[in-house]
C-alpha cells in the first residue's frame, strides 16, 4: 500500500514511514541543498508447484541454472517477458533483466529515479513481478534466503546526491577516496551508522541468513570500489577516477524500503555535518582482512547498535516513537522465529514476500 498516514487535520503520523521519508528528504534539501535519486536491484525466486506429493516442500525452483544462464532466460523467455513489459507499463525503466546465482532466481535492475518516487516504484515492481508470475503458475518471492547453502535474495539499493541538478558524485573536485568532499562525508556517515541501519534494512532472522561472509552479500563494515563482498560499493568509472552512484549491498526485502531510504538519508547527513572522512576502501575479501569489522549477525544486535548514543542521530531523525514501533515489531518477529526450524521458517517466509 503506498500511501502517506495523515491525521484529519493534514498532519503527518509521527510513525508512518513513508512520512519519515518525506521529513528525510525534506532535511536533504533545506540544511545542504541535496536530493537524492536511488535505484534498486531486485532479486527474487521464481517457484513451480512441487510435482512431488509427498513432499513437505510445496514450491521448488523453477530451474537449476547458474549465474547469467542464457539457458535460464531461453526457458523462462515467457513470463520474464511479461514481467519485464508490465514493470516497464508503470512507467519504469528496465535497465537488466538476467539469471541470478541460486537455482530459480533472477534479477531485475530499474533505472534510477527521484527518491520518493523511487521507492513507490519499488513496491509496485515487486507487486507487479508476484502478480505476472502468479498468472503463470508460478509464485516469486523475495524472501532473503529460500536455500540454506545457496546464494539469498537482496534489494541492492543505489543512491546518488544531486545539487543544483548535478550528480555531486561525479561533479566537482575530488578530495577523499576518489570523491568530492561532501559525497565522501555522506559516504562516511553511512558506513559509520550502518551497523544501526541494518536495524531497519535488514530486520528479521531470515536476514542474517544471508549475510555471511563470502556470499557476495556484505558481512563487514567495510567499503570498495568494486568489491563484491563490500556492504557499501562505489559505482566508479573503469579508471576509478570518478564515481556515479553506491551501492547499499545489506538490504532486503524484509526491510520497509521508506525507512530504510530515511535512515540512510540521516545517517548519510551526519556524516556531513560531522565532516566524518572516509577511509581507503578494501579491495579484497574483508574476511581475510583480521582489522575487518564484523556487522551484525542477528536482529538483536543491530536492535543494540540503534539504541547505542553513537547512533542517535538516526533515532532522532527517524522519531523515537518510531523507533520503538520498529524495535517492539522487530523483537516480537524474531522471538517468534527463534522457536522455528529454517525450514518452517521459509515456508512462512515464502508466503509473505
Partial sequence: MVHTHLYSGGVRW???????????????????????RLGFEHEFLLLRPNPNPSSDDKWVPIDQT???????WHQQVGVLDAIVNAVEALGQEVEQCHAEAAP????????HMPAMEAVDALVMCRETICAVAATHGL???????????????GSHMHF????????????????????????AQFVAGVLHHLPALMAVTTPSTNSYRRLQPGTWSGAFQVWGMDNREAPLRGAFSPDGSTATNFELKAMDATANPYLAAAALIYAGLDGIDM??????????????????PR?????????RCLQHSDHAIIRQGLGEGLVRAVLAT?????SFFSERTFAEEVKILVERL
Fill in 14 to 36: 509521527k510513525i508512518g514511514p513513508r512520512g519519515a521519508l518525506i521529513e528525510a528528504l525534506a532535511q536533504a534539501e533545506r540544511r545542504h541543498g541535496l536530493t537524492l
Fill in 66 to 72: 547458474s549465474y547469467c544462464a542464457s539457458q535460464a
Fill in 104 to 111: 530459480g532466481q533472477f534479477e531485475i535492475v530499474t533505472h
Fill in 139 to 153: 509464485k516469486a518471492t523475495f524472501i532473503p534466503k529460500f536455500f540454506a547453502n545457496e546464494a539469498g535474495n
Fill in 160 to 183: 546518488s546526491l544531486w545539487a543544483n541538478g548535478c550528480n555531486i558524485f561525479s561533479e566537482g573536485v575530488v578530495e577523499s577516496a576518489g570523491l568530492p568532499r561532501t559525497a
Fill in 275 to 292: 565532516a566524518r572522512v572516509l577511509p581507503e576502501p578494501v579491495e579484497m575479501d574483508p574476511h581475510l582482512l583480521e582489522s575487518a
Fill in 295 to 303: 556487522l551484525p549477525t542477528s536482529p538483536e544486535e543491530a536492535y
Fill in 330 to 334: 522487530g523483537r516480537s518477529a524474531a
